[in-house]
């Protein structure tokens, strides 16, 4: 069964300070892994894709990294505008599958 | 501006009574689908479609039904709607469903969301 699961559910980090947040799937014939911001009455909003282990994508004050079993996403030095839900997705031809998602809260 | 317009962006109705939430997209995507977002369980597929009239059932289909009769639209259609839907729901489309790997081409672009209330 396709599965993807994100962890922690819930984050709170000081301005500055960096961390990661993880994403792991059990999914047969991945087609690419998607990284999505949710702010709150808002929806998803696209900010990375990965198609290959190894490969890397960065975006200001992220990064995102695919392993063949799990995705990080990276934070380096957050700000407050961080602040936000981060959804992780699998492609799998047809269908996307989502993650609960991390609730972050950066703390000025 | 490219985007996709749901409607209505909140609606509160009785068990029974039926509804259509419309979606719309203005930007040629070929795939469309639709999601449930439920606290703890995060966004699930309701449906998607690969192009017009081409349509297949997601992990939550059960009460729901759509169309894609032209390409820009693809309602969601509740015949008999049951307080077990009571959620919010978001319409997506992307340039491809299936595919190889061009970069883009599958990433999804989500609408406003739709918040649903069913008595």
């Known amino acids: 069964e396709d599965q993807v699961t994100q962890s922690p559910e819930a984050l709170r980090l000081q301005e500055g300070e960096s961390s990661s947040l993880n994403c792991s799937y059990t999914?047969?014939?991945?087609?690419?892994l998607f990284w999505y911001r949710q702010d709150p009455g808002k929806g998803p909003e696209f900010l990375f894709t990965?198609?290959?282990a190894g490969e890397e994508k960065e975006k200001e004050r992220l990064k995102a990294t695919l392993t063949k079993k799990e995705s990080f996403l990276h934070i380096t030095a957050p700000k407050p505008e961080d602040s936000a839900t981060y959804l992780c997705a699998v492609h799998t031809g047809n269908q996307f599958y989502f993650g609960t998602g991390t609730s972050l809260t950066v703390i000025p | 501006e490219a985007q996709v317009t749901q409607n209505p962006r909140y609606l509160i109705t009785v068990t029974g009574k039926k509804l259509t939430v419309t979606c719309s997209q203005n930007?040629?995507?070929?795939?469309m689908s639709w999601y449930r977002q439920d606290p703890g369980l995060g966004l699930r597929q309701i449906y998607y479609?690969?192009?017009?009239?081409?349509?297949d059932k997601g992990d939550v289909p059960e009460g729901y039904k759509v169309s894609r009769k032209e390409k820009r639209n693809f309602p969601l259609i509740l015949e008999s709607p049951s307080p077990n839907q009571t959620s919010l729901y978001f319409c997506?489309?992307?340039?491809?469903?299936?595919?190889?790997?061009?970069?883009?081409?599958?990433?999804?672009?989500f609408g406003a969301g739709s918040r649903l209330t069913v008595l």
């Open positions: 997506a489309s992307s340039l491809q469903g299936a595919g190889g790997r061009y970069s883009g081409a599958n990433v999804l672009t």
């Open positions: 990965l198609y290959s």
């Open positions: 479609s690969m192009n017009v009239e081409v349509t």
């Open positions: 930007m040629n995507h070929e795939y």
């Open positions: 999914v047969s014939g991945l087609r690419g």
